[in-house]
């Protein structure tokens, strides 16, 4: 899996909007780019994936550049809940959705909200 | 809808024994995998199984092994303990189909080794 850079630490103030960089420039046509978040002790939890197009859920928004070689995750007011580890992955997939299920964390962007 | 069950959650065990942890999928996931998690190494992919066959593995000695049974339930078992063995580890299914393959994480069995 390509590789992706995240800064290691962000401070956020409760109820303001977070915007989490990555960058991915090695990032391959079939990469879609995955994010996961962690809660102290809890196991990664699923936020949100995208290819080429923004995308949004009911968690937050994704922000692909359009040579996509960064993409941006959104939380929209960031809660006391958000404060968690980020990760940016990439992960190719076979179009037929087959294939292993093995995901390449690194080290993720520590979020810290502030009260 | 259950989600994954890792049992135990927490164990403590000395060097040189073995342990065996277990993992329940969601209802439905084929798709199991495992994941090692430590301060310093982060989390790093340990194996992965499919219908009862080991379709990856990651860079683990042959201390750490794994199966599935048909029920889908999965089992990793690490023999030989060794005091760097100490860590989380995370279990994860993945539902069938189409799609990109999101992980459903398990909360963890915590590994402590004297």
């Known amino acids: 899996d390509a590789k992706t850079t995240q800064p290691n630490s962000m401070e956020s103030n409760e109820e303001e909007p977070v915007h989490l960089p990555c960058n991915h420039s090695?990032?391959?046509?079939?990469?879609?780019i995955h994010w996961y978040r962690q809660l102290p002790s809890q196991g990664p939890e699923y936020v949100i994936h995208g290819l080429t197009s923004n995308v949004n859920n009911r968690m937050a928004s994704l922000a692909i550049a359009e040579d996509r070689k960064s993409s941006t995750l959104i939380l929209h007011r960031a809660t006391l809940r958000d404060a968690a580890v980020y990760y940016c992955i990439l992960r190719d997939v076979p179009y037929s959705g087959a294939g292993s299920y093995q995901l390449t964390f690194g080290k993720g962007t520590k979020l810290s909200v502030i009260p | 809808k259950a989600g994954v069950t890792q049992t135990p959650r927490y164990l403590i065990k000395t060097r040189g024994q073995q342990v065996t942890l277990s993992c329940s999928p969601i209802s439905g996931h084929r798709s199991v995998s495992w994941y090692q998690q430590t301060p310093g190494q982060g989390l790093q992919f340990l194996f992965e199984?499919?219908?009862?066959?080991?379709?990856n593995k990651g860079n683990f000695p042959g201390r750490f092994s794994g199966r599935q049974f048909s029920n889908s339930r999965s089992e990793m078992n690490v023999s030989t303990l060794e005091l760097g063995d100490s860590a989380l580890y995370l279990c994860?299914?993945?539902?069938?189909?189409?799609?990109?393959?999101?992980?459903?994480f398990g909360e963890g069995s915590r590994l402590t080794v004297l």
């Open positions: 199984y499919f219908s009862e066959t080991q379709r």
């Open positions: 090695t990032i391959s046509g079939t990469d879609y």
């Open positions: 994860a299914s993945t539902p069938p189909g189409h799609g990109t393959g999101e992980l459903f």
